[in-house]
């Protein structure tokens, strides 16, 4: 099996699709969020970036499964997504989170 295949059977899940949105807030710079994220120099814990299954693995081992209603945010938002900095939020911490 290729290396670059997807190994961990995830990839249109909704917690891949997180992992993915992160990615693309802190690194891709076209990104309509790009400013607010990599622009201010947020990134990603440097294992996860190409990883998902470490990530997955890191998350599910700090914060548990995703409750309904509820998406990752950093708990210090000048912070980065990596461990000890996430948490599951509601919509409405994660408005009351910002600088």
């Given amino acids: 099996m290729p290396a670059n295949n997807v190994k961990h059977r995830m990839a249109n899940t909704r917690e891949y699709n997180r992992w993915s949105g992160i990615k693309q807030r802190c690194f891709y710079q076209k990104h309509n969020r790009y400013k607010w994220y990599g622009g ?47 948490r599951w939020a509601s919509s409405r911490q994660q408005r009351l989170n910002r600088k």
Avoid: K, Q
Avoid at 46 to 74: K, N, Q, T
């Fill in 40 to 86: 201010r120099g947020v990134t990603m814990h440097a294992p996860w970036v190409h990883d998902f299954a470490c990530y997955w693995a890191d998350v599910l081992a700090e914060i548990g499964p995703c409750p309904e209603g509820m998406s990752i945010d950093r708990i210090n938002n000048d912070g980065n997504y990596e461990p000890g900095n996430i």
